[in-house]
């Protein structure tokens, strides 16, 4: 059963349905409480006692109030609202430093804005380390009136888990020298995994035993109810740390139909790759197995070499033992450093019919070159040779009532690519900090070409999921090795490149994007993988710098820093 997606009409719908859209106010506190996410107890950051945090549901059109309460006592925290645009509240957007200060202690910010377009999205802590402390939740955005056609749906919110605290992360990445955290003691899947133990543990002789589950126990897996011969969507979302992932739904296939809150033109596969800042939705069709009975689903390590056990849960059937084991294994995620079969899924997405094709030109092309540095024994990650800090100051609150000077950055020209060796480490290592920034006109076209490199030490070059906040972006191509402008530009796909908000950078290779500077805001663009965005890999855009003067920011945004001062001062006359 093909699906047709008529993004045009939905559009309308949207358009149509906001004359009287609706209003989503929720109240959240956020503390941190003991939990077992794994079946081995540790802390969580917890809204309203629950974990992972409540889903959060409303209709493209809508306005949704929050009011965060910081309930933490001993730091600081915000929320991002991912693959939410933030047109005409980038104060919202909740990244710490750059649209909004951190919310104290004991105080309450009010999160207010309109979600514009229907899609799959989550929302997640975006100060320090928080979202590896399981500061994140599901966010689902319907249309008013679905094209796809479907019988029921599921979230599977995807996320990996460390024993060592957050904090303790935060130090060990910025050591001198640096103590790497290692890999995940678990994968989670809507926040329940299990360690030391697998659910197929039967299969393993003499490795992992089977897990024995309990009444209430928070590690037990949330089983997926199905109906035979009925269509069901799966929204996926990926709000991992580190751990790039495979999802496989044993004995059926996938028809992707989802990317990033975006219409693609569907495809059928076994298994998905997903990156961290990742959604897909895909289309489950159940068949009509006799007698009824119940399928692995499996969720595994790719991109970097495993050392976590699969995530798994059970897609159970109608009329199927409650009771009993599985009959066969769960499906084998695909090999790590299987690269050319990732590429190969994320060169089948395409814009589904509808949707605008990227501008013919730009107007500016910002090439990026991805290093891991050294800063005075400091391990850093870097962008262009400089590695992100940003000031205690946000951005927007600067820019806003034009304070202490900021430092724009001036565009590399294609020599920043062509006089680096990626295929080996750097030759001198050392970086620099910087908290500069990337101003763009209104208007204008913009190209960013993401080049990876080679690591600080040794032979590798890893996987590195890049996400812009307040747009989303065409997806104009990927290659291997350096990037060659005047070649590989040609090539680029013009027709129905697919527009998202995250894409992957593969070892060796580049990635280039294009997105269109509609958006007036300061935008973070950087990698998702939480430490390496700790440890610098990052850049910031400056939209519309005219605009943002004259933007009614709320003061409870930038009650820190420069802001702070000025506006204690402005009490004080």
Not at 336 to 364: L, Q
Not at 366 to 391: C, G, H, R
Request: aromatic share 12%.
């Amino acid at each position: 059963m093909s699906v047709i997606v008529w993004w045009l009409v939905t559009v309308v719908m949207v358009v149509a349905y906001s004359a009287s859209a609706g209003i989503v106010e929720l109240y959240w506190e956020v503390e941190y409480q003991f939990w077992f996410p794994d079946c081995k107890e540790g802390v969580v950051i917890a809204i309203n006692g629950t974990f992972p945090g409540p889903t959060i549901n409303a209709i493209a059109g809508d306005t949704v109030i929050i009011h965060v309460t910081n309930k933490l006592t001993t730091e600081g925290v915000v929320i991002h609202w991912h693959g939410i645009r933030q047109n005409g509240t980038p104060w919202s957007d909740g990244a710490a430093g750059v649209t909004q200060c951190p919310i104290n202690p004991g105080e309450t910010f009010t999160y207010n804005f309109t979600v514009d377009k229907a899609g799959t999205h989550f929302y997640h802590g975006h100060y320090g380390m928080q979202r590896s402390a399981g500061l994140y939740g599901m966010m689902v955005v319907r249309s008013p009136k679905e094209t796809l056609r479907y019988d029921g749906e599921f979230n599977l919110l995807l996320s990996d888990w460390w024993h060592l605290s957050s904090t303790a992360q935060e130090l060990s990445l910025s050591s001198r020298p640096m103590r790497w955290i290692g890999e995940p003691q678990s994968l989670l899947i809507n926040g329940r995994g299990q360690f030391n133990c697998s659910q197929a543990g039967y299969f393993n002789k003499g490795g992992l035993k089977e897990c024995k589950f309990k009444d209430k126990d928070q590690c037990a897996p949330t089983t997926l109810r199905v109906e035979p011969n009925k269509v069901y969507r799966l929204r996926i979302a990926s709000t991992t740390s580190l751990a790039s992932l495979n999802l496989a739904v044993e004995g059926h296939k996938l028809e992707v139909v989802e990317a990033d809150g975006n219409y693609i033109a569907p495809f059928t596969v076994n298994d998905i790759d997903i990156y961290s800042g990742e959604t897909y939705s895909v289309l489950l069709r159940t068949h009509n197995p006799s007698p009824p009975r119940k399928y692995w689903i499996s969720v595994g390590v790719r991109g970097r070499k495993p050392n976590t056990t699969q995530a798994l849960t059970v897609l159970h059937y109608a009329g199927a033992p409650e009771s009993g084991r599985l009959p066969f294994p769960p499906p084998v995620t695909p090999r790590w450093d299987d690269y050319n079969r990732s590429k190969t899924f994320s060169k089948k997405i395409f814009a589904a019919k509808g949707y605008p094709p990227p501008p013919e030109k730009p107007n500016k092309q910002l090439f990026l070159l991805n290093t891991q540095n050294l800063m005075e024994d400091y391990t850093k990650w870097a962008i262009n040779n400089l590695s992100l800090s940003v000031p205690a100051t946000p951005y927007i609150g600067s820019i806003r009532y034009g304070l202490k000077p900021l430092e724009y950055l001036n565009f590399p020209g294609k020599e920043i690519i062509e006089n680096y060796d990626i295929n080996n480490p750097p030759v001198n290592p050392n970086t620099t900090v910087s908290s500069g920034i990337y101003n763009l006109t209104m208007g204008i076209v913009v190209d960013v070409i993401l080049q990876n490199a080679n690591v600080l030490k040794g032979k590798g070059s890893e996987v590195h999921p890049w996400h812009l906040h307040g747009h989303d972006f065409w997806i104009l191509g990927y290659g291997e090795g350096k990037f060659q402008p005047g070649v590989d530009d040609k090539m680029y796909n013009l027709t129905n490149a697919p527009l998202k908000n995250t894409v992957a950078l593969y070892p060796y290779g580049w990635t280039a994007l294009r997105f269109v500077t509609d958006n007036p805001g300061v935008w973070f663009f950087h990698c998702h993988i939480e430490p390496h965005l700790h440890m610098g890999m990052g850049v910031v855009f400056a939209e519309g710098v005219d605009r943002i003067g004259k933007m009614n920011i709320p003061r409870e945004a930038l009650g820190c820093g420069a802001t702070r001062e000025m506006f204690m001062n402005q009490g004080r006359h």
